[in-house]
């Protein structure tokens, strides 16, 4: 009995690990808009242990989504195409991207929360909430695609 209770946890511990690995793609972004500098507002969500690991991860999605996804959701001012067009690039620059997006990394230059009001959206990561306890934040930033586009182009990562 003791041993197929051992065998059952450990089965749920590694589906719970599977599926927060497999989250960090699985967000909800949508456009509120546009500004003169080209830059995108938008709302996006993170998920975390708590509320600064969640607000952290949203910042990353948000830059993540403006280069390998586009926004698809939301008013039609925002770029629907991504700034980076080459397949598996994330991958394949993969040492690059990897210190870009570490925690206080590079991505933090081209993402602000000029447009955050000051309540932040709540909301309790249910379908997680059952592996250990996560929390999932939205929040408004505002994403400077243009300066982005720039520092890809300076790193040849893209190309003109």
Known sequence: MKKTLFTLAMIATAICSFAQRNSDYEYEVECLGVELDGSQTLRIWGVGHNKKDAVEQAKKNAVRTVLFKGIHDGL????????????????KYEDYFNVFFMDGGEYLKYVSMKDEKRINIFKKDKEKEKCRHFVKYGITVRVSRSELKKRLIDDNILHK
């Not at 039609?76 to 991958?91: D, H, I, Q, R």
């Open 76 to 91: 039609s001012g925002c770029n629907t195409k991504p700034v980076v067009f080459e397949v598996n690039a994330e991958e």
